[in-house]
């Protein structure tokens, strides 16, 4: 599996990390600037992406850590090319634009993860469960 990772803030650095310790190739980067994306290229030895089209041949998974309001239609791209999306949250700026990025993607037979990662800490289960209690009156 190759991934190509849009976006070489916080998020993109730290889903590069994490990259880095699976099976998985990283193909490059995409950011704004070719400068902004050149010290996470180097530190792992990849290429830097002029932008998205560019680097879709050479992926099979496009990671999406850009600002919000670019999330939306990087995600039809992706899905168009046929490619795996993963996204940091929110997928996008409007109910509308989050349910044009979910049709392109059920379109292209292509799989989307919001990358929210709070949903696997363990404390989460006990929080939604405290939550529910909390909104029915429950004491718990």
């Given at each position: 599996?190759?991934?190509?990772?849009?976006?070489?803030?916080?998020?993109?650095?730290?889903?590069?990390?994490?990259?880095?310790?699976?099976?998985?190739?990283?193909?490059?980067?995409?950011?704004?600037?070719?400068?902004?994306?050149?010290?996470?290229?180097?530190?792992?030895?990849?290429?830097?992406?002029?932008?998205?089209?560019?680097?879709?041949?050479?992926?099979?998974?496009?990671?999406?850590?850009?600002?919000?309001?670019?999330?939306?239609?990087?995600i039809q791209q992706a899905a168009r090319a046929g490619k795996h999306v993963v996204c940091e949250k929110p997928l996008a700026r409007t109910?509308e634009q989050g349910r044009q990025a979910l049709r392109a993607c059920r379109e292209?037979?292509?799989?989307?993860?919001?990358?929210?990662?709070?949903?696997?800490?363990?404390?989460?289960?006990?929080?939604?469960?405290?939550?529910?209690?909390?909104?029915?009156?429950?004491?718990?």
């Amino acid at each position: 599996m190759r991934v190509g990772i849009v976006g070489v803030g916080f998020m993109g650095s730290t889903h590069a990390a994490a990259w880095a310790e699976t099976p998985a190739q990283m193909a490059g980067f995409v950011a704004e600037t070719v400068d902004e994306a050149g010290a996470l290229a180097r530190q792992y030895g990849l290429r830097v992406y002029p932008d998205l089209t560019a680097m879709l041949p050479d992926v099979d998974v496009v990671d999406i850590c850009t600002p919000t309001h670019l999330h939306g239609e990087m995600i039809q791209q992706a899905a168009r090319a046929g490619k795996h999306v993963v996204c940091e949250k929110p997928l996008a700026r409007t109910v509308e634009q989050g349910r044009q990025a979910l049709r392109a993607c059920r379109e292209a037979g292509v799989q989307l993860l919001a990358a929210h990662v709070v949903r696997f800490f363990p404390s989460t289960p006990w929080l939604r469960l405290r939550w529910s209690r909390d909104r029915s009156g429950s004491r718990g």
